[in-house]
């Protein structure tokens, strides 16, 4: 889209052939996507904006936020003006930079996605080349006005600012998201030991469960690979909001659709963060208990892990 506007502006025709072009590229896509799936639109983004409702002016200022969350991240920001400054008034072929970055940032305030980090992936590395050529920018002024030890001293700093926090942000985020991997690792592992493929496994997270069994039946608790939980979850959050409009941003739905999942499709196993599925509250449960028992536990603050097992698997487990 970014490329298209600039086309458009630069050059209509030459913009027209490529939509053209990228229509005609696209339409077996189209045809199969509407026919066999009813949408070419994936269903993992409906079932994460069903899961993840996020209020919009939230998405935003968290957004804008994080561009100034550190000192390095400010002065960043700050070259990224000056390098789209310097596109616009010199070389606006390099317009798509700019404007991919805002489009992005538009589109996730547009669908109310939620605050994962890792959805801002996709416009990182165009908001560092328009900040790096902000910096070239800077560094490229007539020597009268910025002294050879002036630059040196401006280069260090930024580099400092840049990289200080990074260390931190590395260790701390990297033994947080390792330690909880190594626990799905540990659960798919006491799977293998002791299922047998084709089980179905009830998980909160995909991720690596989803990677070291493959040859499980999974169902996921957001529906992103299990349309029918989607339709339930779907169902539950209707319910909800018919008995509380102001509950529209509830990630948590209530422990009805988690027992309506599990007693439709009876997974042998269940792999999640207790706090995931409602299964807290369905483990206090007599029913629950006579059906389940809990085969080990994790504890990494502030969450617990659970695995879950059938105490007697049913012969025929309904797969829909």
Same mark, same amino acid.
């Given at each position: ?9 630069? %050059? ?22 509407? !026919? ?33 969350? /550190? =000192? ?98 590395? !260790? ?63 169902? %539950? ?8 409009? !102001? ?37 206090? /449960? ?15 603050? =502030? ?10 698997? =049913? ?6």
């Amino acid at each position: 889209m970014a490329i298209l506007l600039v086309r458009l502006v630069l %050059d209509r025709k030459a913009a027209l052939v490529e939509v053209l072009v990228s229509v005609l590229f696209l339409l077996p896509w189209l045809t199969f996507g509407w !026919s066999y799936f009813g949408s070419p639109i994936p269903h993992s983004i409906e079932a994460k904006r069903l899961i993840h409702p996020f209020p919009w002016q939230l998405v935003l200022s968290k957004e804008l936020k994080w561009f100034i969350s /550190e =000192p390095g991240l400010v002065l960043l920001s700050g070259l990224w003006f000056v390098g789209a400054g310097w596109i616009i008034a010199r070389r606006r072929e390099l317009l798509a930079l700019v404007l991919w970055p805002i489009l992005f940032l538009a589109g996730l305030v547009a669908a109310q996605v939620g605050p994962f980090f890792w959805y801002r992936a996709p416009l990182i590395p165009a908001y560092l080349f328009v900040a790096g050529l902000g910096l070239e920018g800077l560094a490229g002024l007539p020597p009268g006005r910025w002294s050879g030890r002036l630059r040196v001293a401006l280069v260090a700093l930024l580099l400092g600012l840049l990289l200080a926090p990074v260390p931190t942000a590395l !260790s701390e985020g990297l033994a947080t998201l390792v330690a909880k991997e190594r626990v799905y690792q540990e659960m798919a592992d006491r799977i293998r030991q002791l299922g047998r493929p084709g089980d179905k496994v009830f998980v909160g997270d995909v991720g690596v469960l989803g990677y070291r069994l493959q040859d499980y039946y999974l169902l996921d608790s957001s529906g992103i690979n299990s349309p029918e939980v989607y339709r339930i979850r779907l169902e %539950d959050r209707e319910r909800l909001l018919q008995k509380d409009a !102001s509950s529209r941003f509830d990630w948590w739905g209530t422990p009805e659709w988690s027992r309506q999942v599990i007693e439709t499709y009876q997974p042998r196993w269940i792999a999640s963060d207790l706090s995931y599925l409602h299964l807290k509250e369905l483990l206090a /449960e007599p029913g629950f208990q006579k059906e389940y028992r809990l085969e080990r536990t994790w504890s990494l603050p =502030p969450a617990q892990y659970g695995l879950l097992v059938r105490r007697q698997a =049913p012969e025929s487990a309904p797969i829909k």
